[in-house]
């Protein structure tokens, strides 16, 4: 274009404007308005909670004068001097869990012994008073650094009885309880449990009494003020762990398996002929499977040891990879944490069998999820909200983005054409629960040649659900329908793998 085309133009628009008679811009078309997302359903995970759900599986580690008694509980009774783990290696014991996929660890830094692995102010019976590192050592300190540096998240759990304490039972131990919580948590850095459970008196030395205590756990431990004012105001991305919460609660039993319908969701119930709820007095038989449609978001985790008891015993084995794998597969496998008791022994590290069993079962589960089947395959949705919601979300290994219905569809299929048969035996699904927990029952069909096979079905979906099938299947063409559900539907992952060898 010249630059006397250009200076006429230009002048005859200026001449245009001069006279009002300049051409009227044409309107742009209506801007779509940003598709809503779907509604939130029911009770919903806080920020501290969604991160839990991430790390999947931890461990708690029990090492106390206990281990060198060769005894499950200790009655409180034992000198500081029991306490002597001559090699004690902290990145021994988290590098083996690392390897078998651990993402966190949890100390117990007072077990119902009494005996503090820390140097407290509290009471006398504690680490500085044993050999450990001529009296100058600190256990938590130890742990929690290996941790970090091995990039492991760190909890505690301080138990709330004390076999020991002569002060246990009267009026004096709340504030030394509670005075222990906030040593903890002042020293030891963001944690992401506070562990608690329900062990709330009975036989113990108590200072040298001897005697059995009874408390009403109901109203001993102030739970309302000591987490409400402590554990919330100090550590707030710290998860709290016990029987009936708050953000995750106890799945009812230590055989490490949640049930196969298993709610994220749960309403605490007081034991028979109690009216309230707390660690130790919860009703129990409705752990396993949650509640639908319960009050608050408190989702399980399933605590199981390593070997047969919590504490080293020279005697026993630890769990084989394929038991530990099982295990995985019915506590993350059903929207639950699988967390995993390790017992280092009286030198202060993993047995060579345990560190075995744990790198074992890592890579079996390493090997297992390495790759999704259905990762390019072509997916179409009977229903699709929009855009931004579209059926493709569910194959892109981001847990950040969802497909979804529209708001009054609450059933829907989606078919999933695979490049080339596939050989698979374990489905994975995902819910997006920053929405809530919204699925109620769903199958999976194959495509055998000349008609839709039913592989599986199940109920609920949550965090995750590793449906584990009969036999392997190969298919290239497999239908998901979500047949229930009272709400608009939301699904982030959808994955077909082979267990490994």
């Known amino acids: 274009m010249s630059r006397s085309y250009l200076r006429a133009a230009l002048a005859l628009g200026c001449a245009a404007l001069l006279a009002g008679t300049a051409p009227k811009p044409r309107p742009h078309a209506p801007l779509r308005p940003a598709l809503r997302a779907p509604k939130p359903y029911g009770a919903l995970p806080s920020a501290r909670q969604l991160a839990w759900h991430g790390v999947e599986v931890y461990g708690i580690m029990h090492l106390t004068p206990t281990t060198f008694e060769n005894k499950e509980w200790g009655f409180g009774d034992a000198s500081p001097t029991t306490f002597n783990p001559t090699d004690f290696n902290a990145d021994q014991i988290i590098k083996a869990a690392k390897a078998g996929g651990l993402k966190g660890i949890i100390l117990v830094a007072k077990h119902h012994d009494g005996f503090a692995l820390w140097p407290t102010k509290t009471t006398e019976y504690n680490i500085t008073k044993s050999p450990f590192r001529g009296g100058q050592g600190d256990l938590v300190r130890e742990i929690e650094q290996a941790a970090r540096r091995n990039g492991l998240q760190f909890g505690i759990y301080c138990s709330p009885w004390d076999r020991n304490s002569a002060k246990y039972g009267t009026g004096e131990y709340l504030a030394m309880y509670q005075a222990q919580l906030r040593e903890l948590y002042s020293n030891y850095g963001a944690l992401f449990m506070s562990w608690h459970d329900g062990a709330n008196g009975g036989d113990g030395y108590y200072g040298g009494a001897r005697e059995k205590r009874s408390i009403d756990n109901a109203t001993y431990y102030d739970w309302d003020r000591t987490w409400g004012d402590i554990t919330r105001k100090m550590q707030p991305t710290a998860n709290i762990f016990s029987d009936v919460g708050w953000d995750v609660r106890w799945v009812g039993n230590e055989d490490g398996h949640a049930a196969e319908t298993s709610w994220a969701t749960f309403t605490p119930m007081p034991a028979a002929g109690k009216n309230v709820a707390v660690p130790g007095q919860s009703d129990y038989p409705q752990n396993p499977v949650g509640t639908r449609n319960g009050k608050f978001w408190m989702p399980a985790e399933c605590d199981v040891p390593l070997r047969k008891g919590w504490f080293y015993h020279p005697t026993e084995q630890p769990k084989t990879p394929a038991a530990l794998f099982d295990l995985y597969l019915k506590s993350v496998g059903r929207g639950a944490g699988l967390d995993l008791g390790l017992a280092p022994d009286t030198r202060g590290q993993l047995h060579a069998d ?135 539907l939301t699904l982030s992952e959808f994955g077909l793998y082979k267990r490994a060898e």
């Not at 569809?409 to 695979?418: D, F, G, P, Q, Y």
């Not at 000349?450 to 584990?468: D, N, Q």
């Open 354 to 488: 345990d560190v075995a069993a744990l790198q074992s079962f890592g890579s079996l589960v390493q090997r297992t999820f390495a790759h999704n089947l259905a990762s390019r395959a072509r997916i179409t949705a009977s229903n699709t909200r929009g855009p931004g919601y579209a059926p493709k979300a569910l194959l892109d290994g981001n847990g950040q983005t969802y497909w979804a219905t529209a708001d009054a569809v609450t059933t829907a299929s989606m078919t999933l054409e695979l490049p080339g048969p596939q050989t698979f035996d374990l489905i994975s699904l995902q819910e997006y629960i920053p929405l809530g927990q919204r699925i109620e029952a769903f199958n999976a069909e194959a495509w055998d040649g000349s008609g839709w096979k039913t592989i599986c079905a199940g109920t609920s979906i949550g965090a995750k659900r590793l449906v584990p099938l009969e036999a392997p299947v190969t298919a290239s063409k497999l239908r998901l329908n979500l047949t229930q559900a009272p709400v608009c």
